[in-house]
């Protein structure tokens, strides 16, 4: 199986939600399914048949996210010396050749992205277009709306 990049923060962010999920969220759904079954007959209680939909969706994201866990390559670029080259992990200011728009993105992984959090999957076409250039290097874009063309000011190993 391929192996999946991961931030430090993102591997700690999965095994918290995963112990949620196992010694919280899953004791609650069984202690659910049993109230239910006591009301009686299974074929027409709504809450029996919603805790076990909710238990099946517990269930599948422990699954999904211990067989992240055991394909992940934790990458620390903290650990790492900060040649100026942007890769997965590192913390890049671009500005906008234009509009001089400047803004902040940290490439992770899939799991991790959050845009609102300026959190970037190494998947996504701007993570795509940064992963290899360095500081000072032109790159352009291809957005919804066209290319458009960014200057790398800042990269951190952070």
Request: hydrophobic share 40%; charged share 25%; proline share 3%.
């Given at each position: 199986?391929?192996?999946?990049?991961?931030t430090?923060?993102?591997?700690?962010?999965?095994?918290?939600?995963?112990?949620?999920?196992?010694?919280?969220?899953?004791?609650?759904?069984?202690?659910d399914?049993?109230?239910?079954?006591?009301?009686?007959?299974?074929?027409?209680?709504?809450?029996y048949?919603a805790?076990?939909?909710?238990?099946?969706?517990?269930?599948?994201?422990?699954?999904?996210?211990?067989?992240?866990?055991s394909?992940?390559?934790?990458?620390?670029?903290?650990?790492?010396?900060?040649?100026?080259?942007?890769?997965?992990?590192?913390?890049?200011?671009?500005?906008?050749?234009e509009?001089?728009?400047?803004?902040?993105?940290?490439?992770?992984?899939?799991?991790?992205?959050?845009?609102?959090?300026?959190?970037?999957?190494?998947?996504?076409?701007?993570?795509?277009?940064?992963?290899?250039?360095?500081?000072?290097?032109?790159?352009t874009?291809?957005?919804?709306?066209?290319?458009?063309?960014?200057?790398?000011?800042?990269?951190?190993?952070?």
């Open positions: 199986m391929q192996q999946i990049p991961m430090v923060r993102g591997v700690e962010l999965l095994r918290a939600e995963l112990n949620e999920l196992k010694t919280v969220k899953r004791p609650k759904i069984i202690a399914i049993a109230v239910a079954r006591e009301h009686g007959d299974l074929k027409e209680n709504a809450e048949h805790a076990r939909e909710e238990q099946g969706f517990c269930e599948g994201r422990i699954q999904e996210i211990e067989a992240k866990l394909n992940v390559q934790v990458i620390d670029v903290t650990k790492m010396a900060n040649n100026g080259k942007v890769i997965f992990g590192t913390t890049v200011t671009i500005v906008n050749v509009t001089d728009a400047e803004v902040t993105y940290r490439i992770v992984g899939d799991d991790e992205a959050n845009i609102k959090n300026n959190l970037i999957s190494v998947n996504s076409p701007i993570a795509r277009g940064l992963v290899g250039k360095s500081v000072d290097d032109a790159v874009i291809s957005t919804p709306k066209g290319n458009v063309e960014y200057e790398i000011i800042a990269v951190e190993y952070i």
